[in-house]
């Protein structure tokens, strides 16, 4: 893993500051290319982690046929395949790397090189041929890359990290009024935004172009799964398993020490059932801080997995974890976008924990509830009828229900989401966020809400035709997914880890995509294709206990920040600038008074405050 930043100029600008912010992505090794085409100026810039072909010959800037330069973050997984086919066409290769393949096979399928790679990956290439400059993201959006386009001044820049772009004077950072309201909804927000104004991520599954003589800036997509049947066409023959087994092998390519983080929840047990002597590091919290936030503990089923299977596990002490004002301002520093996602910490430390004992690569289950119908939300949206009947009849329970402490944080956004008629509003009631009656409250600019309304009903317009669980499904691609892939990656990068995701690629995507709903979730069972391949393999009680997350025990940490605290936070920050802070001071009210459980609402707007703070 690595982190890339470039720029086209008219003038030329160094990239010392803007690589030396980033350095933590890339220890092994840095450099710099430069370029003038008549009046503009190229800049690119590398910081590497070596993973494949741990050469210096592999270092980049990486140049190639004195015509393609190119700066790449991220690894093409099936470039020995590729690499194959390169050599059958003539083409003579100086080093093992995936970098040297990649370039190759743009010189070759241009454009079309996209439906070659299976990997994760951001990059940009340059041609001197063609004087125009090409950035990309992978099919999925596992990898970040930001851009800032100014078509009056005729310049165009990019970086793997915001803080690395706004190293740039040039790159104006001003926060977005719009994003608040769609923040106050989620926690984080749908792609290609990132809470500043004109600063963008390059879309998932897509590429800019910079043309050089026409200072014109194209965006492309070139892989969107609502329009995959052709891929589809190609995975025909092909079973779920077999191409989780393939996706896991060549995942494991490395020519460095390789582990698992594994929860023991189904995602990670998949993987680890998949290869032989790994060692799998699982996050160990405090048993009374779990019991009191009324989750369940993973550690306990790591072991009960470990002993099953055989593995080598390694527990993560995190019950010494010190949640203070300094946490959330480094949450918030990291994460760089309005992340408000409190899984953060312990991603980081549990990366930096694997880095001590020795590992640069990390595999990891995320995404595979995205893609397998993994939420208990797909539930809801699946069978919203039955759903709806159940909120009516339990009515005069509400209170009794409301005293579990792992319920009374679900209920209320379970009443919202029955009584919801619009599909988006719904949908995001079952997210972590504010509603939409108490987001009105929140917010200034009432017409924020519909702006937010018409984003989303962009990409719904494409998915009109699919039931509301795909609906549900697609969303999340753009949205709930990626904002865990930006949190992982900043967190593991903190600690110079390269995580993987063998659970997700393109082709699983495709084939769940279009794979009939109730082969992935029914009213009893989520995942349902993970789990049947378990079952051969484990007991079903391991297998069909209740989610938990890769969370930590959130209650406790609010409840010890304390009232008086909070309120104080709340009253004397910045937020009063975006929203309405006496709302939030009634919620503090009744959460400290226990007539309700606002845990996550009151990380959101602590988040939200020292955000704002950062960022001003």
């Known amino acids: 893993m690595c982190g890339i930043v470039g720029y086209i100029s008219n003038q030329k600008l160094s990239l010392n500051d803007n690589l030396s912010i ?17 009046e503009q100026h190229v800049g690119l810039g590398h910081v590497r982690l070596s993973i494949i072909d741990l050469d210096s010959h592999s270092d980049q800037p990486f140049e190639y046929l004195n015509r393609y330069v190119m700066v790449f973050n991220g690894e093409i997984y099936n470039y020995i395949e590729i690499r194959k086919e390169l050599l059958k ?6 080093t093992s790397s995936d970098s040297e393949v990649l370039i190759a096979a743009y010189d070759y399928y241009k454009e079309n090189v996209f439906d070659y790679l299976d990997g994760m990956f951001a990059f940009c290439i340059y041609d001197k041929k063609e004087n125009k400059l090409i950035c990309a993201r992978d099919h999925v959006g596992i990898k970040p890359l930001y851009y800032y386009y100014n078509q009056e001044n005729q310049e165009f820049y990019f ?87 393939n996706s896991i092998d060549i995942q494991c390519r490395s020519d460095v020490p390789l582990g698992v983080f594994f929860s023991g929840g189904v995602d990670s047990t998949v993987i680890v059932s998949k290869i032989e002597n790994t060692a799998c590091l699982s996050a160990k919290y405090n048993e009374d801080d779990i ?22 596990l390694t527990p993560i002490e995190l ?68 759903f709806s009947l159940i909120a009516f009849f339990s009515q005069p329970f509400s209170k009794i229900i409301k005293k579990s402490k792992y319920l009374a944080k679900k209920v209320d956004r379970f009443n919202e989401f029955v009584k919801e008629k619009d599909f988006i509003f719904a949908y995001t009631s079952l997210i972590v966020g504010f509603s939409k009656q ?13 702006l937010y309304h018409n984003k989303i009903s962009t990409y719904l317009d494409k998915v009109k035709d699919k039931s509301d669980f795909k609906k549900a499904f697609y969303l999340d691609l753009y949205g709930f997914l990626t904002h ?61 206990r209740r989610k938990m997350g890769f969370n930590p025990p959130m209650d406790i940490l609010i409840n010890n920040f304390g009232k008086e ?46 955000w704002i703070e950062e960022n001003e």
């Open 159 to 245: 970086a793997s990290e915001l803080k690395s772009l706004f190293t740039f004077k040039e790159v104006p950072k001003k926060i977005s009024k719009n994003a608040i309201c769609e923040f106050l909804f989620n926690g984080w927000l749908y792609e290609p935004d990132t809470g500043f104004e004109n600063i963008f991520k390059i879309m998932p599954g897509g590429y800019v172009e910079y043309d050089l003589n026409t200072f014109k800036l194209k965006n492309k997509i070139y892989f969107d799964v609502a329009k995959e049947e052709k891929t589809l066409d190609s995975l025909k023959e092909k079973n779920i398993e077999d191409l989780i087994d």
């Open 291 to 312: 019991k009191d936030s009324g989750d369940g503990n993973d550690y306990l089923y790591s072991k009960e997995v470990a002993k099953e299977l055989n593995l080598d």
């Open 438 to 450: 108490e987001v009105r409250n929140l917010i200034k600019d009432k017409n924020d809400i519909q």
């Open 484 to 544: 865990n892939f930006i949190v992982t990656d900043k967190s593991s990068m903190q600690a110079s880890i390269e995580l993987r995701v063998p659970l997700i690629n393109k082709f699983l995507l495709v084939k769940n995509f279009y794979e009939d709903d109730d082969k992935l979730i029914d009213f009893q069972t989520t995942k349902k294709q993970l789990k049947n391949i378990l079952r051969k393999i484990l007991p079903d009680k391991i297998i069909d």
């Open 89 to 94: 066409n003539d083409y003579v290769f100086s």
């Open 22 to 38: 980033m350095d933590h992505r890339g220890p092994d090794a840095n450099g710099q290319y430069y370029y003038q085409y008549k």
């Open 565 to 610: 605290k909070i309120v104080d936070i709340v009253s004397k920050g910045s937020l009063n600038k975006y929203i309405n802070i006496d709302y939030i001071l009634n919620l503090i009210e009744e959460h400290f008074k226990n007539k309700n459980n606002h845990t996550y609402k009151l990380w959101l707007i602590l988040y939200l405050n020292y």
């Open 319 to 386: 019950e010494e974890d010190n949640f203070s004002i300094d946490t959330i301002k480094n949450i918030v520093k990291c994460s760089e976008e309005p992340i408000a996602d409190f899984t953060y910490q312990i991603s980081e430390k549990i990366s930096f924990k694997a880095k001590e004992a020795g590992y640069t690569v990390m595999l990891s289950g995320m995404g595979a509830d995205e893609i397998f119908g993994g939420y208990p939300r797909y539930k809801y949206v699946k069978y919203k009828k039955f």
